[in-house]
């Protein structure tokens, strides 16, 4: 089985540093209003109605029979420039999945268990969201890698729209979530089940899967290769690497996107330490891990008061070593800007051991105990710039002071048994995908 492209164009070059100005703006206030000091929103694009079984099947005929009346979403788990103003590389996650709650205890549903995961090319054109490319993910062999759980145990198990039928692991499913685009046109894509960094060619297929040391992930149809620290094993469920960054030289920084779960379940929910990594595409190995801290779930989300909402969904590259990191609840979003320092950080560390009492997630001063946290600065509050949607997952620079953000709509599904009528077909939630210019402050 060979995967087709979607209207194939040529590959180019991504600039990494289209908003250098971002750099040295003054903090956004984000307060309402269009004068001199505050971000506002200068454009939308809306994605329209795309049947996800005419999508996927015109990628890799047969791969689904039903799609349950879902249409194309799940696009706003990341967003890259992909070098023309207005265009942009976007990644699907797993597709489509809901929870239902069966004798008390919440399934993993998959509706479109055939869906594949793609690398879609959009493009801003009237207020309108524009496919002009999609890339399936495929295995060495040219199959869909799939969204499906990789290991029973380990991942929720995944059952049918209903909850009722058990479905199959797959080794080689994904659920995607960054992308960056390499200068010899290959993709650098994030996936939170291992959690692992993932190598994917121009084409789509899977080149090496990079996962942590220890994973014993076995059955895939593409290289698997644990170099990735031990303890990221702890992560929690569903919440492996969501953000994924670029560096001027080539270097990724990956996010994990919520505490660890050391030494235990309690100790993940209740923490504000998370992790970043770097990983040197060069030398094919994690170089450093940073540590990074929420600040509180009520500041970044006032309407919240559970900690463990709190996730890190983007990170994106600004210049030399500096990022932007996004600090979400699905309500609400607050960029930040790091500088990397130089050496390896924590890796290596007491810090990296699970035997380590009390861990780096149950610290509620990490400085104070020798820990080099990240210094940070707040860029923006998402949540108090009129215009901005909901759940923002995708970030990326888009012209002088000026960001992208892309939503994560969830292929307009919700929980619950609610999600589909007697037929069996989608009541979809009225979600749609967004893309959102965001324009800053000049600097003061």
């Known amino acids: 089985m060979s995967p087709r492209v979607l209207k194939r164009s040529v590959a180019v070059g991504l600039p990494l540093a289209l908003l250098a100005a971002v750099a040295v703006a003054g903090t956004a206030t984000g307060a309402p209003g269009h004068g001199h000091g505050t971000a506002r929103v200068t454009g939308t694009a809306v994605l329209g109605d795309i049947p996800l079984g005419t999508f996927s099947n015109t990628l890799l005929p047969g791969t689904v029979g039903n799609d349950r009346g879902v249409d194309l979403g799940g696009i706003g788990s990341d967003i890259y420039p992909a070098g023309r103003q207005g265009e942009f590389w976007t990644v699907t996650d797993r597709g489509p999945n809901g929870q239902i709650k069966i004798d008390g205890a919440k399934r993993r549903t998959f509706p479109v268990p055939g869906f594949d995961p793609a690398i879609v090319k959009v493009r801003t054109e009237h207020g309108k969201l524009k496919v002009l490319q999609a890339i399936p993910l495929t295995t060495r062999s040219g199959a869909a890698v799939t969204g499906l759980s990789n290991q029973q145990g380990r991942d929720e198990a995944p059952y049918s729209y209903d909850a009722k039928s058990p479905l199959s692991y797959n080794p080689n499913g994904l659920d995607t979530e960054g992308i960056v685009r390499a200068k010899d046109g290959s993709f650098w894509l994030v996936d939170e089940y291992g959690p692992s960094l993932v190598h994917v060619s121009a084409r789509g297929q899977v080149l090496t899967r990079y996962v942590p040391k220890g994973l014993h992930l076995t059955g895939t149809d593409y290289p698997v290769v644990e170099s990735l620290p031990a303890i990221l094993l702890q992560r929690k469920i569903n919440r492996g690497f969501e953000g994924l960054a670029q560096l001027p030289g080539g270097d990724l920084v990956l996010a994990v996107q919520s505490p660890l779960s050391v030494p235990d379940t309690a100790a993940g929910e209740g923490s504000l330490n998370v992790r970043l990594l770097r990983f040197s595409t060069k030398h094919r190995a994690v170089t450093a891990e940073y540590a990074y801290r929420f600040d509180p779930v009520n500041v970044v989300d006032p309407s919240e008061d559970d900690t463990s909402e709190l996730k890190v969904s983007s990170v994106v590259a600004i210049g030399g070593d500096s ?27 007491a810090w990296d051991s699970a035997a380590t009492s009390p861990s780096y997630e149950q610290l509620a001063d990490p400085s104070a105990a020798g820990v080099p946290v990240l210094r940070k600065r707040l860029v923006v509050d998402l949540g108090t710039v009129p215009g901005v949607p909901g759940k923002i997952e995708g970030v990326a620079l888009a012209g002088h002071n000026t960001l992208a953000l892309i939503n994560d709509n969830d292929f307009g599904m919700t929980d619950g048994a609610g999600a589909f009528d007697a037929q069996g077909r989608l009541v979809d939630s009225g979600i749609k995908t967004v893309l959102t210019y965001l324009r800053l402050p000049e600097g003061r």
Not at 323 to 349: M, W
């Open 323 to 349: 990022l932007l990191v996004e600090e979400r609840t699905d309500k609400a979003a607050r960029l930040q800007r790091v500088t990397l320092p130089h050496g390896k950080g924590i890796l290596g560390s």
